[in-house]
């Protein structure tokens, strides 16, 4: 038996997810509700952490320190960076990393590390469960920052510079968390909008879509790690 969390940031994000596990025990614990689930042999949690930085992490840690997940899932929706990636697409990670913090901050000082990988096992797992039920995905690089990334300018600055596929606000902490703890860890995310002016308009319209869509794979993920 092992024990996988799943972390999403907002509750539309495991609202699928809660709906397919059934009924759970809910522990409260540093302001975070963890749904507990004994599913196919293995023991689910998931957490809401809240949008950001900050929530993730510390949700993250909370989750590690009192669960000892063997795995860790980030899920939810996020902004498509990569011009190959389309609305609804599904985007795994394979590194996480901050677009609004300058790296050396990270390199030189503690953690030692600006760019957290993602586990190569939960990364083919993913893919598996995305070929298996013909929905096209991508792995690449994920960006996380302190903003939703509506703007084409910022869109083709931070493109410039990091190369992602995609964008959120949540990934990067949740990968340097793991990293911090030794816990394999990636993050798998549904396209809702191409973040860029239209960006707004088209997670509005999405969102519901791509987070089933996202849920789904990663519940399936889960029967197969």
């Known amino acids: 038996m092992k ?14 997810i809660r ?28 957490a ?8 993730s ?17 980030n899920t939810g929706v996020a902004g498509g960076m990569n011009k190959a990636v389309k609305v609804c697409d599904i985007v795994i990670s394979t590194e996480v990393l901050p677009h609004d ?26 893919e598996k469960v995305c070929a298996d039920n013909n929905i096209t995905s991508f792995r690449g690089r994920i960006v996380s920052g302190e903003a939703f990334i509506s ?13 992602p596929y995609a964008v959120d606000m949540e990934s990067t902490a949740v990968g ?3 990293y911090l703890n030794d ?11 191409n973040a860029d002016d239209e960006g707004a308009m088209s997670f509005d319209e999405f969102e519901k879509i791509a987070a089933k869509r996202v849920a789904e794979i990663v519940l399936r993920m889960t029967e197969l790690i």
């Open 101 to 126: 913090l300058d790296l050396h901050f990270l390199k030189d000082y503690p953690p030692y590390c600006a760019i957290f990988k993602a586990d190569e096992k939960l990364i083919e797992t993913a």
């Open 48 to 55: 809401c952490c809240g949008i950001a930085k900050v929530n």
């Open 57 to 73: 992490a510390l949700c993250t840690q909370v989750m590690i320190d009192n669960f000892k997940p063997d795995y860790v899932i």
């Open 183 to 193: 816990v394999p860890y990636v993050s798998v995310r549904c396209i809702s909008d």
């Open 176 to 178: 340097h968390a793991c």
């Open 151 to 163: 703007d084409s300018n910022i869109k083709a600055q931070i493109q410039e510079k990091f190369n």
């Open 19 to 46: 709906n397919m596990l059934g009924d759970a025990e809910i522990k409260r614990i540093s302001g975070f509700d963890f749904y507990i689930n004994s599913y196919k042999g293995n023991t689910i949690i998931n």
């Open 3 to 16: 024990t996988i969390a799943i972390i999403g940031a907002m509750p539309s994000e495991l609202a699928d």
